[in-house]
């Protein structure tokens, strides 16, 4: 089966194709995987991360190609993909900085006749399966870890980036990278159900709630672990003593960047009614100064949605939205003279709970407002949602803010510009955003067995 890739940008024009992975493929590629992990695992640390360090190196040389057919196939505009490429380098030189500490072995446990050390092996063979929404830094977000740690991985991302896929495969060929250690695979969702029902170790898995609960009864059938990070639909409480000028642009980068393609981008507003009117004016100010525009082109911020498929859903909860009483301050609408998966930067008013801009993901720049007065209606506002990723907090009273976020339902909470996301620092979330947790030191544990060695003295 062929996937063919076009660009949302440019009217879904066909940019190429590629032969989607068969289930032979599959099988081999988890062989492969299988073969080399031992090997793998009984080089030091240190030589495990020179030989990722030759990979990140082919890429830094092909840096401009690999930007170029991620912008092309997922609209990501092209200084967003270049910065991210860079950003990616430098996530995969953290992780490398993290492991010997984390990976360490560790006394527990002693007294006067044993001792009782806690060890980390790798899992062995792990199938990773990725998004289209930040596809290079995926690989460190998801790749980056279990490497390191010893396991190898089989990789399937979203057909929605094949090409990317396909050239990420070639640059992994070029590498020192043992062959079998990471090992891409094209192909849709039935390859990728293939992959999670091959003899693997554990699964990660990146995307639609929907797909990660699949996904984990997949798991349970063979008992092996599965660390999920699905859907979000992050608050963003706005107090009556936020400095909205101080940070309107985490707000906006928090809804928008990425054409607000986020799993945890702030996704609902909750705006005290003192600070109501002037929330609306900085969006709308926002939304007149923002390039929406050809992904290629260096003066654009935002670029289209991925597919049109994604441009469709977007509508279709828009629609709803105003069906159902929902006023539009900015937006909801297609910029003129602009052929493809493009929607301009939307801001939505009188917003009720039982519209679906309230109640389901929404992967697009729209931004559904409603107002509060008391702290207690924020939080429940906050919490009135089945996912519990990412949550964002603005208020100049850190007392305030400390009581609000331990009472918010999410892995992830942000103060005014103080973003959560590290290398260092664990993601993940509540409910039905996933479980487990990614990066830092507990990203590390989750893809290694936990063994415990006791010793006489």
Known sequence: MKIVSTNPGRNYEVIGEVEAASEADVEAAVALA??????????????????????????????????????????KPISSSRDSITQTFEEFEDYMEQAEAALAPNVVFENDSEKHIQTFEPRGVIAAITPWNFPFNNISFQVGQPLIAGNTVVMKPSEEIALFTKL?????????????????????????????????????????????????????????????????????????????????????????????????????????????????????????????????????KLGPLVAKRQLEKLESQVADALEKGAEVIVGAKQPDGLQGAY??????????????????????????????????????????????????????????????????????????????????????????SGNGRSQGAAGFHEVCQIKVISEEK
């Open 34 to 75: 299988r073969k080399a992990q031992p090997a793998w695992a009984a080089l030091s640390l240190q030589e495990r991360c020179n030989k990722i360090r030759s990979f990140l190196k082919v890429c830094e040389a092909n840096l401009e190609d690999i930007a170029q057919i991620m912008s092309k196939e997922m609209g």
């Open 168 to 300: 990420i495969a070639e640059l992994v060929a070029q590498s020192d990278l043992p062959e079998g250690v990471l090992v891409p695979l094209v192909g849709d969702g039935s390859v990728g159900e293939m992959l999670v029902r091959q003899k693997v170790d554990m699964i990660l898995f990146t995307g639609s709630t929907q797909t990660g609960q699949k996904i984990t009864q997949i798991a349970a059938e063979r008992s092996i672990p599965v660390l999920t990070e699905m859907g979000g639909s992050a608050p963003g409480i706005v107090f009556e003593d936020a400095d909205i000028n101080r940070t309107i642009d985490m707000l906006a980068m928090a809804r928008f960047d990425n054409t607000g393609q986020y799993c945890d981008g702030l996704k609902r507003a909750i705006v005290h009614k003192s600070k109501y009117d002037e929330v609306l004016k900085t969006l709308k100010d926002y939304a007149q100064k923002t390039k929406v525009g050809d992904q290629l082109q260096e003066s654009t």
């Open 343 to 432: 929607y301009g930067v939307t801001v939505l008013t009188n917003i009720t709970p039982e519209m679906r801009v309230w109640h389901e993901e929404v992967f697009g720049p729209v931004l559904p407002i409603v107002t509060f007065e008391t702290e207690e209606e924020a939080i429940a506002l906050a919490n009135d949602t089945e996912y519990g990723l990412g949550a964002y907090i603005f208020t100049e009273d850190i007392e305030k803010y400390r009581r609000v976020a331990k009472q918010i339902q999410a892995g992830n909470i942000a103060h005014n510009t103080a973003w959560y996301f590290s290398p260092k620092t664990p993601f993940g979330g509540y409910k039905k």
